[in-house]
């Protein structure tokens, strides 16, 4: 298939478009895909691709209410070969890095069917009452199955998980930057007799823990507080076991600016492909990341669950 040169000489400057061919050489994508590999709204993405499909560079196909884009297939030698020029101009974009961390992360969600089942279950799990069932008690079975593990709970806030963590694990340190916090958190610690866990005052990007010291990392929705996110998790790289995991629940990146005066947050949460490459530069590695809950009502907040272990 042969294209007019001069209009697509005309396409490939702008910079969305390039980044566009570049994610669609080699995949099929749907608009939302797209949009959510470039983080652009929806018009602007759907602008673009309708340009590039009307110059002949992309073919689409309608799947229910979703239709799908991919670059032209049989397009002559010397189009491919000004493509290829504009896919290794596209690579010089800042973001075209994230845009390929992105695009991973698209395609194995449409591989993850468990994913998508675990979500359709624990949807299920609250929407009916069933006399004894609760999250609370769900929490409680599930410590029992962990071993026992030196575990470092950072931005443990008062420590509700660091206290049900204690009862199984072999340590448990919680950190909080909250000099009131350490205080209420270790008193409930003496209360209840919870002999293992110990509280300390610290910040999330200099916590006072020895090096190689712990076998997993918690930071349960306090990433957001860290001035330095990058910064924190490093520093949870560095007081981890050889062998040792992270575990992050923190919230999806939204638009919910009163969240900065409401909860003191600092960062409006993350997105998947932020985290996602934040947790290997800090050198973690089988890194996984899926939204593991919703909530229904306004500002319809969602949670991520990211792991990744130290080797």
Known sequence: MSLSRLKLLSLLPDQTRLRLIAILESQELSVAECQEVLNIGQSRISSHLAQLRAAGLLRSRRDGQRVF???TPDLDASTR???QVAIQAAREIPAATRDQTSL???IKKRQEKSVQYFNTIAGRLGRNYCPGRSWEAVGHLLIQLISPLVIADLGAGEGLLSQMLAIRAKKVIAV????RMVEVGSGLARKNGLDRLEYRLGDLENPPIKAASVDLVILSQALHHAVHPPRALA???K??????RICILDLNEHQFEKARELYADLWLGFSEAALHQMLQQAGFREVQISIVAR???APGFQTLLATGCKS
């Open 69 to 71: 884009y991919q670059l």
């Open 81 to 83: 070969q000004i493509l």
């Open 104 to 106: 991973a992360l698209v």
């Open 176 to 179: 909080d930057n909250s000099p």
């Open 235 to 237: 520093a949870a790289h």
């Open 239 to 244: 007081i981890l076991k050889s062998g040792g």
């Open 295 to 297: 909530e229904k009502e």
